[in-house]
């Protein structure tokens, strides 16, 4: 089982990846300047270096998606967080989430979440370590669920930097809001989804392209999509006994199209790194003997109806939603995001 490591270190902020046989991966480049009259710039150079610029949706979301009631912002609601730190915390997970062990391999704490910057007493630190403009919902493109879109992200993170040069790397995380709305306008349709690959990717193309040209980031990671077939969204269809082959087919095409476009951004591979989610993913759910995740395909917060969500509630208070008792043996919390478990073992 091949499993990717991301590893930024802190002097010059130094990005690897590596692999199960791989054992001298190579380094593919240093970045950034010190800024020290900047946001979180403190003067010295190494700490400003070690920073993290978040864009993308509930994969890497911690809180940008705002209250606005358990039918919404189900993140914000109990089941959500009963493993860290034992309350929700608006991530879409049992506990943390892709920008929590992103932050840990840089050496650092989680970048704050835009949307709660001026909470907590974080004050002069917030841009410290960066900041996560990730919010639940949101697509490269509108998805239509009134969250800020990538380039409108972007437009934040521009404002933050004051005009300053940007230093540390910045993470894009895209894992199929596009798609899910577009199916959402054609009557449930995957071939709809398969359909608007080109958009999609053309779109996402044009905001790393921005990141790097217009802001001035010289190390941007992007995700890869995860394999959409295998979520409990689909996999509910089949009785939890296989991943759709459509939906996985439709993923293996925006990844072939966004490597396409990553070559051509940047032949020489100096800014732009592809962080693999695919393949891992498909691995630690699939492989034939792995006891690590007992249940792959059935989530650990389970909905009563097809159309349910995790910690839906009628209108008397009674749960319309199971928990399994060790979120730890399942790969998927809800019906679309993995455990906190499964993005450990991801790492």
Excluded at 275 to 297: E, G, M, S, W
């Amino acid at each position: 089982m091949m499993v990717v490591l991301l590893l930024l270190l802190c002097c010059g902020v130094e990005v690897v990846v590596a692999t199960a046989d791989e054992s001298s991966p190579a380094p593919v480049g240093k970045g950034g300047s010190d800024h020290g009259s900047c946001p979180g710039g403190d003067g010295d150079g190494e700490g400003y270096r070690k920073q993290l610029w978040v864009f993308g949706d509930s994969y890497a979301d911690t809180g940008n998606l705002g209250n606005l009631g358990r039918e919404l912002t189900h993140a914000w609601y109990y089941p959500y967080g009963i493993t860290f730190p034992r309350h929700p915390t608006g991530r879409f997970s049992d506990g943390r989430v892709l920008t929590d062990f992103v932050a840990s391999a840089v050496g650092i704490a989680t970048p704050v979440a835009y949307k709660l910057r001026r909470r907590g007493g974080h004050g002069g630190e917030v841009a410290s370590r960066g900041m996560n403009f990730a919010v639940g919902g949101s697509g490269v493109l509108d998805t239509g669920y009134f969250q800020r879109n990538i380039s409108s992200q972007i437009d934040l993170f521009q404002k933050q930097l004051r005009g300053c040069g940007p230093t540390g790397v910045a993470l894009v995380v895209v894992s199929g809001n596009d798609y899910s709305a577009v199916v959402d306008k054609n009557n449930g349709t995957s071939e709809a989804a398969i359909a608007y690959i080109p958009t999609v990717v053309r779109g996402l193309r044009e905001q790393l392209r921005r990141l790097r040209d217009e802001v001035g980031m010289k190390k941007v990671v992007v995700t890869n999509l995860h394999p959409m077939g295998c979520t409990p969204y689909f996999t509910r269809l089949l009785n939890y006994s296989g991943c759709d082959t459509l939906a996985n087919a439709g993923s293996d095409q925006h990844n072939a199209a966004l490597r396409s476009v990553l070559h051509d951004l940047d032949p020489a591979n100096t800014t732009f790194l592809l962080l693999d989610l695919h393949t891992p993913f498909l691995n630690l759910i699939t492989a034939a003997a792995d006891d690590k995740f007992p249940v792959r395909l059935r989530p650990c917060c389970e909905t009563f109806t097809a159309d349910g969500h995790c910690g839906q509630e009628d209108e008397a208070g009674n749960k319309q939603y199971t928990v399994c008792d060790d979120p730890e043996r399942h790969f998927y919390w809800d019906d679309v995001h993995p455990t906190q478990a499964a993005w450990a073992a991801y790492y």
